[in-house]
């Protein structure tokens, strides 16, 4: 098993927009082999941003390598952030986690 992250900063007012662009996208992670499930996780606030993380967990480290060189991964991202981008306080910080028991 390969747990996969992506930690965000978002602005601190911007929390629904974020959750909203994340209901409203298509992921097609249906269509990629070894895709097990996704959560969106909504962490802590401070006085400057509130931390989410997109959680995914993948059959193995390959599957999810091969989903990132996917088609389905392109589509996925065509328009990450679009004309949202404003609401992130930097760049997803990706974090990767092979299950070792």
């Known amino acids: ?8 900063k ?3 007012g911007h929390e629904d927009e974020f959750i909203q662009i994340w209901k409203n996208r298509e992921t097609y992670l249906d269509e990629v082999p070894g895709f097990k ?10 006085e400057e941003y509130t931390l989410f993380a997109s ?7 390959q599957a999810f ?7 389905a991964f ?3 991202h065509a328009n990450a952030g ?4 404003d609401i992130y306080l930097g760049p997803p910080q ?3 986690f092979a299950a070792v028991l």
């Open 94 to 96: 990706f974090e990767g």
């Open 55 to 61: 959680h995914s967990i993948w059959a193995s480290e």
């Open 74 to 76: 392109r589509k996925a």
């Open 37 to 46: 499930s996704f959560h969106l996780l909504q962490g802590p606030s401070n």
């Open 10 to 12: 978002i602005g601190l």
């Open 1 to 8: 098993m390969f747990v996969a992250m992506n930690r965000f």
């Open 65 to 71: 390598q091969d989903w990132t060189k996917s088609e």
């Open 82 to 85: 679009g004309a949202k981008k």
